[in-house]
Antibody, heavy 117, light 108 residues
Framework: QVQLQESGPGLVKPSETLSLICTVSGVSISSYSWTWIRQPAGKGLECIGRIYRSGSTDYNPSLKSRVTMSLDTSKNQLSLKLSSVTAADTAVYFC???????????WGQGTLVTVSS | EIVLTQSPDTLSLSPGERATLSCRAS???????LAWYQQKPGQAPRLLIYGASNRATGIPDRFSGSGSGTDFTLTINRLEPEDFAVYYC?????????FGQGTKVEIK
């Protein structure tokens, strides 16, 4: 059974860096691509970017200058860093498996990150 | 980027009725790389349909998807109480992957 679990600080100060981890179980992260999505309260879904099993990345141009994604195959984890955050980055952050033809087939439950001083 | 526009924003229906949700793309979505997700409050989205018309594992057959190019439809036959939720379409043909704004299916 594939499971994903996001973790990280729930509160980040403006101008600082948001850092999240997604721990994957039931499958090797080296076998698939993975994606991060966020959702502000009461709003829609936005893809932040994805990381291929090779470790190469594809970021949303709207966030590209501030985003870094990486894989830790030894821990079966993926990470997201978003720098210079503002209140507009307050959202629930999800990780999901990008199964190519099969779309985003497994999701974590999401973690709320609030940007506030 | 490909912009997806869903209609209507809200659909008010009774259990047992049929729901028809629309998703229109600003440019053609090739190879039908179009998916539909269901999201309930406080939960992650759940994949319903991929490749425009293929049901994901464990999805009841009352859910069906159709369409190609720029126009896609999600149909829910005989709405069950657990089907009242927000539905999103998504294109995964080009980067960045984008979602529609969502259609809320509410109990009438």
């Amino acid at each position: 059974q594939v499971q994903l679990q996001e973790s990280g600080p729930g509160l980040v100060k403006p101008s600082e860096t948001l850092s999240l981890i997604c721990t994957v179980s039931g499958v090797s992260i080296s076998s698939y691509s993975w994606t991060w999505i966020r959702q502000p309260a009461g709003k829609g879904l936005e893809c932040i970017g994805r990381i291929y099993r090779s470790g190469s990345t594809d970021y949303n141009p709207s966030l590209k200058s501030r985003v870094t994604m990486s894989l830790d195959t030894s821990k079966n984890q993926l990470s997201l860093k978003l720098s210079s955050v503002t209140a507009a980055d307050t959202a629930v952050y999800f990780c999901a498996r990008d199964a190519l033809l099969w779309a985003f087939d497994y999701w974590g439950q999401g973690t709320l990150v609030t940007v506030s001083s | 980027e490909i912009v997806l526009t869903q209609s209507p924003d809200t659909l008010s229906l009774s259990p047992g009725e049929r729901a028809t949700l629309s998703c229109r793309a600003s440019q053609s979505v090739s190879s039908s790389y179009l998916a539909w997700y269901q999201q309930k409050p406080g939960q992650a989205p759940r994949l319903l349909i991929y490749g425009a018309s293929n049901r994901a594992t464990g999805i009841p057959d009352r859910f069906s998807g159709s369409g190609s190019g720029t126009d896609f439809t999600l149909t829910i036959n005989r709405l069950e109480p657990e089907d009242f939720a927000v539905y999103y379409c998504q294109q995964y043909d080009s980067s960045p992957r984008t979602f529609g704004q969502g259609t809320k299916v509410e109990i009438k």
